[in-house]
């Protein structure tokens, strides 16, 4: 299974970005697909995720009504809109994928087996 994660850029503050993670040699339908984002000096943090059946989303607090996190099953893609970019949303953003994540598990990255590589998201003031 691979996964190319794309779109990062450098945006204003309260500007808008469309981050994008295709998933190749697996059944994409049967992953549950998590964001998960990395801050210079910062630990790596849970953003958001969506689960396999499309219907179960999660969000870290920080980006609840900000972010919105989707899935294309025919592109085989997860997309991951952020709005009202603030700087502390600056960071590495990747995804990562797995089968068999259970709910209460979808914000631990240990649970997915499978990550692609960063794109960097800079915000400026």
């Known amino acids: 299974v691979q996964l190319q994660a794309s779109g990062g850029g450098l945006v204003q503050a309260g500007g808008s970005l469309r981050l994008s993670c295709a998933i190749s040699?697996?059944?994409?339908?049967?992953?549950?697909t998590a964001w998960f984002r990395q801050g210079p000096g910062k630990e790596r943090n849970f953003v958001a995720a969506?689960?396999?059946?499309?219907?179960?989303?999660s969000y870290s607090e920080s980006v609840k009504g900000r972010f919105t996190i989707s899935r294309d099953n025919v592109k085989n893609t997860v997309i991951l809109e952020m709005n009202s970019l603030k700087p502390e949303d600056t960071a590495v953003y990747s995804c990562?994928?797995?089968?068999?994540?259970?709910?209460?598990?979808?914000?631990?990255?240990?649970?997915?087996?499978?990550w692609g590589q960063g794109t960097q998201v800079t915000v400026s003031s």
């Open positions: 969506i689960r396999w059946s499309g219907g179960s989303t």
């Open positions: 990562a994928a797995s089968q068999g994540v259970i709910l209460s598990n979808m914000q631990n990255p240990t649970a997915y087996a499978y």
């Open positions: 040699g697996g059944t994409f339908r049967s992953y549950t």
